[in-house]
């Protein structure tokens, strides 16, 4: 779908999906409000109950999974650009492991158990598991390139996954504690951990956008991009820069969400086609309708328990790769 007008109905369908995902999310749960009651909240005109459901639980949970959201579809939408590979997705550097071993430690060693704590142990952990895997990938002859950072990024992924596992399975408290964590959840962020996340998130989002023309020279390759005067060290340096702080703060405040950086910005290129600055800019808008239409269906399907919307998105996020994987276009780079 490249015409201008089919861009056009697709950006216009993707906002209005990200409005009513937002609405969704606000009235959505164990207790649903009506459209009705939500807005009389965001007037102030509320219930004291219905205030302290909307205001303290589910618009902190929301703002959770837009920030989420558009931190994970961007760096997907980054990898994927960075080595030419329509399989990678955040946590191809390791990041997510890196986020659970911190959290692991963070718990089992020193007690942390608040949201607000374990946030730092998880950014801390990705981008020390980041350095690390481009200092790996940096070694013998060469730069670090996408092939020797996907590799290093890999194996320090299952290395630390390994002893994550080790620590979790020798505590139980730590076990439990993880659980919510480790499946990807919105559930329980309040407003101090959000502040404290929300910089680098923003922060990484503009560098994702000043990226997106260089990543279109990258795409016609190396020698390319050279002869059309691209810095591709700065490119590449800008890359892991900007997909550590956004998937490690996205990691940290919501846990590893699958699937969500690697299906989004497939279905994007889908829909707008190849340039890399607009699908940056789609991928941040898709990809919070997508997780938070996630955490709506996990509120609701084992109603009044919930499902954490990692394992939403990991149902659902399977089939419509595997669809989107078999169209040429989609798959291409």
């Not at 080595?83 to 997510?96: E, F, H, K």
């Not at 800008?238 to 490690?248: N, P, Q, R």
């Not at 399907?301 to 919307?309: G, M, R, T």
Request: net charge positive; charged share 10%.
């Amino acid at each position: 779908m490249t015409s201008r007008a089919g861009r056009a109905a697709a950006g216009a369908a993707i906002a209005l999906a990200l409005v009513l995902v937002v609405a969704a999310s606000l009235a959505v749960g164990a207790n649903p409000l009506s459209p009705g009651t939500v807005a009389a909240v965001l007037r102030g005109e509320g219930s004291p109950e219905a205030t302290f459901v909307v205001a303290e639980l589910r618009i902190p949970r929301t703002v959770v999974g837009l920030l989420a959201g558009a931190a994970l579809g961007v760096a997907g939408a980054l990898m994927q650009a960075f080595t030419r590979n329509p399989l990678a997705d955040p946590g191809i550097l390791g990041v997510n492991a890196g986020a659970a071993l911190a959290v692991a430690l963070g718990m089992a060693v020193l007690g942390v158990r608040a949201a607000s704590g374990t946030v730092w142990f998880a950014f801390v952990g990705a981008l020390a598991v980041t350095v690390a895997a481009y200092v790996i990938g940096s070694g013998g002859r060469g730069a670090a390139g996408p092939i020797r950072l996907t590799l290093a990024g890999v194996a320090l992924g299952a290395v630390l996954s390994g002893i994550t596992t080790g620590i979790v399975l020798s505590d139980p408290d730590a076990f439990d504690a993880m659980r919510s964590w480790n499946a990807g959840s919105l559930l329980g962020r309040g407003w101090d951990t959000i502040v404290a996340v929300a910089p680098f998130i923003a922060v990484g989002l503009v560098l994702a956008l000043v990226l997106g023309a260089g990543l279109n020279a990258v795409a016609l390759g190396d020698d390319v991009a050279r002869a059309q005067g691209a810095n591709l060290a700065g490119i590449r340096i800008g890359v892991i820069i900007a997909v550590t702080l956004l998937a490690g703060a996205a990691t940290a405040l919501a846990g590893p969400i699958s699937f969500v950086g690697l299906m989004v910005p497939h279905i994007a290129r889908w829909l707008f086609g190849a340039d890399h600055r607009v699908i940056l800019a789609v991928s941040a808008l898709l990809a919070p309708v997508v997780v938070l239409a996630a955490d709506v269906v996990g509120r609701v399907l084992i109603a009044p328990a919930e499902l954490p919307v990692g394992i939403v998105t990991a149902f659902v996020g399977a089939p419509i790769l595997i669809a989107l994987a078999r169209r040429r276009r989609a798959s291409a780079l």
